[in-house]
């Protein structure tokens, strides 16, 4: 659907967004509410017990993998040193990609206030930069 393509790629305004979402959990609402007491309560039971049975997550329909197409080695003329696969912190001084990266790691770090001996779980992509970073730090 078209509409589903605009939302992904970030084109539809927010107020928009979160009006749709106001509406569809107005409208589950009102459907919840068509049951009386007991009824809702063993609709809940059902689906706590649904819940249960779960998988904890649901695995998401993988990527198409045309970013990883490319030999690794075509990274090595795109990305600094640091393989930082999505941004870096471009300061006024700054002149080079490598120098980017760092910032960018070192400014996660700080915004996330690392101290020495926390456990870090880290969910990022690529080839692991912030987990090396931080590591070596």
Known sequence: MWLDNWIVQNNFPDPLLRQGIRRLLRQRLTEEDKYDPE???????????????????????????????????????????????????????????????????????????LTDGQKVLELGCGWGSLSLYMAGK
């Not at 049975?53 to 970013?67: E, F, L, R, T, W």
């Not at 075509?74 to 999505?86: A, I």
Request: hydrophobic share 35%.
């Open 39 to 113: 009824a809702r309560q063993s609709r809940l039971s059902q689906l706590i017990e649904q819940l249960k049975a779960s998988p904890i997550a649901v695995y998401p329909k993988p990527d198409n993998g045309q970013h990883h197409l490319p030999p690794v080695a075509f990274f090595g003329y795109c990305l600094g040193k640091y393989l930082k696969f999505s941004c870096g912190y471009w300061k006024p001084e700054t002149n080079d990609l490598d120098t980017a990266e760092k910032d960018m790691l070192e400014l996660t770090c700080q915004r996330a206030a």
